[in-house]
């Protein structure tokens, strides 16, 4: 059973930046195995959703329209670590940032096919 674990979230002015961190322990370390990861966010009172997500190779991203050219995920198998560097921040992007995966070739691009989640951490951008 694959544990993620998340850090760098925390408080920051419109137009600032920061970056996420996850790292991943336990689990199946056979290189059959393939792990995409993806980030996922939940704002108060709104529905969780996809933000940006990564092949096992990094070679393929996905990323929301919201936060495309602004955001960055990349992942270092060797540290077992995915990151999201996030730039150009807005009020809106506040929320609770989870990170997620899955065993799979493909990368899931919705919340509900992910399988394993991080306790998740706070991103509040003031204006």
């Known amino acids: 059973q694959v544990q993620l674990v998340e850090s760098g979230g925390g408080f920051v002015q419109a137009g600032g930046s920061l970056r996420l961190s996850c790292t991943a322990s336990g689990g199946n370390s056979r290189r059959t195995d393939t792990i995409v990861m993806g980030w996922l966010r939940q704002a108060p009172g709104k529905e969780r959703e996809f933000v940006a997500g990564?092949?096992?190779?990094?070679?393929?991203?996905f990323y929301a329209d919201s936060v495309k050219d602004r955001f960055t995920i990349s992942r270092d198998n060797a540290k077992n670590s995915v990151y999201l560097q996030m730039g150009s921040l807005k009020p809106e992007d506040t929320a609770v940032y989870y990170c997620?995966?899955?065993?799979?070739?493909?990368?899931?691009?919705?919340?509900?096919?992910?399988?394993?989640w991080g306790q998740g951490t706070q991103v509040t951008v003031s204006i």
């Open positions: 990564i092949s096992w190779t990094g070679g393929v991203t």
């Open positions: 997620a995966a899955k065993k799979a070739q493909r990368v899931p691009t919705t919340p509900h096919e992910y399988d394993t």
